[in-house]
């Protein structure tokens, strides 16, 4: 009844919820650093716009989200009609994959890179080329031009780049871009955005092609429960293709005002970003002085490699209450990526890090 590909599908490598932890060790942990959230918390605005919209909740939100999508457009200068909303920015990639994805076609990607840029498409049945990063953490450009050359279908890469925090010039952008074929679509994932924002739309425009960037307010506007996101596209017709395979009313009203409020808040997420850049190069440099040897972050989350398997890393920190993810990724399995928390958090992240005496990799 079910097809068996699917079974055989992995699932996704997500984060320990805090109810699961404290189901399991019957304690809060002391710091929570294994799904890339903000600890710096939610805009003001953004809660009071929530309060309201609960008050309304017995009503069907927007189902064409149009204050967020008007919102998106005057600041990004994308028609509106070129906007998609999404519950989270995931469901986008399985809307673009369904939308555009048939037999022969094939999916291009990095690794190591998002699952679900690979998970979306083992769904579907379509093969899945990927290109490793060069051992320093930068893209081997021959490598990946020779594989655009093979005209994928889609072309799905993050910036910067979840796990590695690396992130494309805009040089390296334009470049991969005048390699792609006109019958190849470019999937952007900009979950990061806010961290390292580069004029990639200009770029994009400029390219010719058909593109879409997927942007998310759960990582920097600290809605990860909330989960909206949405999607540029390079044309209407792309983003009413993705829109016919998302649900009538996926991104609900809360999410919706929460979203919009939190965009024109400006200020407290300048200083959100401010503070995690600081917390990350603070905790980077702490780690380099151990003698990790991590990639260049531009995100919120820095990769680095230890001397043991990655699971056993993590789940001995999660035992001193530390809870980060071990990268499941072929080739990577001595690999962490830790999410930057509070000063804090980082301090018992590299507490417990030096309590079991974790060493980098030879």
């Known amino acids: 009844m079910i097809n068996r590909h699917i079974l055989e599908l992995p699932a996704y490598n997500a984060g320990l919820p805090i109810a699961r932890f404290r189901s399991l060790y019957g304690r809060a942990p002391r ?31 927007d189902g ?55 998970l979306a498409a083992q769904g579907l049945k379509i093969p899945v080329e990927t290109v490793r990063y060069s051992t320093d953490w930068t893209l081997p450009m021959g490598e990946l031009k020779a594989a655009l050359a093979r005209k994928p279908k889609v072309f799905a890469i993050s910036s910067p780049s979840n796990p590695l925090g690396v992130a494309l010039t805009l040089n390296e952008l334009h470049e991969l871009l005048a390699a792609t074929h006109n019958e190849t679509l470019v999937l952007l994932d900009e979950a990061y955005f806010e961290y390292n924002p580069i004029n990639s739309l200009s770029a994009l425009k400029a390219s010719g092609l058909n593109w879409i960037s997927l942007r998310t307010f759960s990582k920097a506007y600290g809605l990860a429960g909330m989960r909206v996101g949405y999607g540029l596209c390079s044309s209407a017709t792309l983003r009413d293709a993705v829109r016919k395979l998302t649900p009538p009313f996926n991104a609900n009203a809360v999410a919706q005002a929460m979203g919009q409020a939190a965009f024109e808040d400006r200020a407290f997420l300048a200083d959100t970003v401010q503070k995690t850049i600081a917390a990350r190069d603070a905790l980077a440099q702490t780690l380099r002085d151990m003698g990790f040897r991590l990639p260049p972050s531009k995100s919120n989350a820095i990769f680095f490699e230890t001397s043991d398997h990655a699971v056993d890393v993590a789940e001995k920190l999660r035992g001193e209450g530390v809870l980060v993810k071990a990268w499941l990724e072929d080739g990577f399995d001595r690999f962490l990526r830790v999410s930057v928390g509070t000063p804090q958090d980082n301090k018992a992240f590299i507490e417990a890090l030096t309590k079991l005496g974790v060493q980098p990799a030879a």
């Not at 890339?36 to 309201?52: D, H, I, K, M, Y």
């Open 31 to 61: 710091a929570k650093l294994d799904s890339n959230e903000t600890p710096f918390g939610v805009s003001p605005r953004a809660l009071s716009a929530g309060q309201a919209a609960v008050a309304q909740a017995h009503l069907y939100p």
């Open 64 to 118: 064409n989200g149009t204050g967020l999508r008007d919102a998106l457009a005057e600041s990004t200068g994308i028609d509106a009609g070129c906007i998609v909303l999404g519950n989270g920015s995931e469901e986008l990639i399985y809307a673009l994959y369904g939308a555009v994805l048939g037999a022969g076609d094939h999916v291009l990607t990095v690794t190591p890179g998002f699952g679900l840029h690979t």
